[in-house]
């Protein structure tokens, strides 16, 4: 079959602008004829209206999710001298942010259905650390593709380590364990606000959460060069500011974010109901949580075929993520690996691919891509 004229992406976020234009407009305008572009009124502003939404005390917005995560690291004083464990299947950001801060990063692997950190093996770091490696200070549970983490024995094996738990929630904007938001579990949390994700600038952006006040007011001087006094630090401070007209045009998205979750669960549904009695499985969802569908990520062996059968039917996909961190040539041989190996991370690294999934898909569209997933069962 030739592909269609026209190809429907995996990702679009200029759908996103369109489909609130007029609001996004007039905030960049009120912004721009403020005459204050950075950490003014509009920033205070998404700050308040982001943690109200979130259900934490404080906010603080910054440069982009990977500063968010470096920043928090930072404000716990954790850097040199101090190991931290995330995973391996994951962006890059992670494990970047764990090295800006100056900590050595401990790559565990992941459960193979969920794709997030595997809790056993945490916890078994925990209890008995690699050799030859800093403490363990703090582990990053990663929120990979909407949905939680096995949350409940990473805080209890936390908790009795000692070690910080910091929540990574790049990608779960909105999704929930037992009724609560993720991001309110940990010491605090990491939200990207890259143009793709759930909640998106239209340009880079992060924002860091805490119920923490202490700590949100060190990270909030941390962002700009230390300071409390103008000019003047009191702590080592760094450059990562949220702008002024993305924090407006990131007040507008705020407003949407809920309902354009709730469509990416429907569009999610319809793909669950077309793959039924197909090749492939429908995304595992975490018992007691509420999954927001960054990503609708599919598994198999056959993934190459798959997708250019897809792609031979105008369906986008993509793949997250096609080498595990610690196989990158910048980490390889370099980082420190937890005793599985990260094994079923480069499983999955082989097999994974991501169906279209967005809030501005049209019915219309949908529909073809359920068309072509049923088509792979025949």
Known sequence: MNAPQTMIPQANPGAGYLAQKAEIDAAVQRALGSGWYILGKEGEAFEREFAAWLGTARAVGCANGTDALALILRGMGIGEGCTVATVSHTAVATVAAIEMAGATPLLLDIDPDSYTMDAEELASVLEDPPPGLPPVRAAIAVHLYGQACELDPMLEACAAAEVALIEDCAQCHGATLHG???GTFGAAA??????????????????LATDDEALAERIAAIRQYGWRERYVSSLVGVNSRLDEVQAAILRVKLTALDAGN????AIA??????????PLAPPERRADAEHVFHQYVLRS?????????????????????????????????????????????????????????YPELTDAQVEHVCAALRRLGE
């Open 180 to 182: 609560r938001k993720l």
């Open 190 to 207: 990491a939200f990207s606000l890259y143009p793709t994700k759930n909640l998106g600038a239209l340009g880079d952006g992060g924002v």
């Open 262 to 265: 709730a469509r990416r669960r």
């Open 269 to 278: 549904a319809a793909y669950d109901a077309a793959l039924q009695g197909g």
């Open 301 to 357: 062996r056959h993934r190459s075929d798959l997708m250019a059968r897809l792609r031979a039917e105008g369906v986008g996909t993509g793949i997250h993520y096609p080498v595990p961190v610690h196989l990158q040539s910048a980490y390889r041989d370099r980082v420190a690996l937890g005793p599985a190996g990260c094994a079923e991370t480069a499983r999955a690294a082989e097999e994974v691919f991501s169906l279209p999934m």
